[in-house]
């Protein structure tokens, strides 16, 4: 129910390939009742696009599918490539500023592996699958790896609780206390995390002139009539966000003045 709500109703249909592995291993584990689960899917998948449907018909005034044209639009060829072409050196930059070393957890599947863990498997083979499908892209974008960044972290951290137990028990035979692990483990991400931190603060310092230019309008005594133009910087503009009008100034002046013949 909920793989099937977040695919229809939230109108971004590729976080499906999240749900993917999970789904299988679901299935596979249910094979006794195929036809039951097979069913159950039918209904809830029919329910909620149904209900979707109607809510997109109110607005668009007909039927429509917004999870089918988005599907429809971002396949065909010359749908993406119209918003930019980046090389896959652009993926792996962007990890490397979010994420430092740990973006090493895309590369740890062999680390994992060694664990034989069927549900380790489970959880992160969505990275490795979003990544096949995503990274091929002509166009691409830092947000289209949010999906995978919790994978990204996992596997990170697995991958480096095994090499240090590992490496414990290859010399010492004996597996490293909870108190000198974490204290490992805190020397290895320490770092990463500040270093990773230090851009988030950069971001919120540096990139915020746009919210600070429109915070300045609702400081004008009056605005007859402004136009105010985004360019390329359209997706910067808050979407709460509403211009000031002369009948809000007026009514910001006689509050003001009411406020003072009380005084």
């Known amino acids: 129910f909920a793989a099937v709500t977040a695919t229809l109703a939230i109108g971004w249909p ?4 999240m749900f993917l592995p999970l789904g299988l291993n679901v299935l596979f584990r249910e094979l006794k009742r195929p036809m039951g689960i097979a069913t159950k899917i039918i209904a809830i998948t029919g329910l909620i696009q149904a209900f979707v449907m109607a809510i997109d018909y109110t607005h668009y005034g007909r039927l429509v599918s917004p999870v089918w044209n988005i599907l429809l639009y971002n396949t065909k060829a010359g749908g993406d490539e119209l918003y930019g072409v980046e090389p896959f050196s652009y993926y792996v930059k962007n990890l490397i500023l979010n994420f430092n070393y740990a973006i090493l957890g895309i590369f740890s599947l062999p680390v994992l592996l060694s664990k034989r863990r069927d549900a380790l498997l489970v959880t992160l083979s969505p990275m490795y699958l979003w990544l096949f499908v995503v990274a091929p892209r002509p166009h691409k974008e830092e947000r289209f790896l949010f999906p995978i960044y919790p994978c990204i972290c996992l596997a990170a951290a697995l991958a480096a609780v095994t090499v240090v137990d590992g490496s414990f ?11 000198v692990s974490l204290m490992i483990q805190g020397i290895i991400w320490v770092p990463a995390a500040l270093l990773s931190m230090s851009r988030t603060l950069a971001l919120s310092k540096y990139y915020t002139a746009p919210l600070h230019v429109y915070a300045e309008l609702q400081k004008q005594p009056y605005i007859v009539e402004a136009t105010i133009c985004t360019c390329g910087e359209w997706y910067r503009f808050p979407s ?5 009008t002369i009948a809000d100034s007026f009514r910001s002046e006689e509050h003001t003045s009411e406020l003072q013949s009380r005084q």
């Open 14 to 17: 590729f976080g499906v390939l």
């Open 240 to 244: 709460s966000f509403y211009i000031p």
């Open 169 to 179: 028990y290859f010399l010492n035979k004996s597996k490293p206390g909870t108190g």
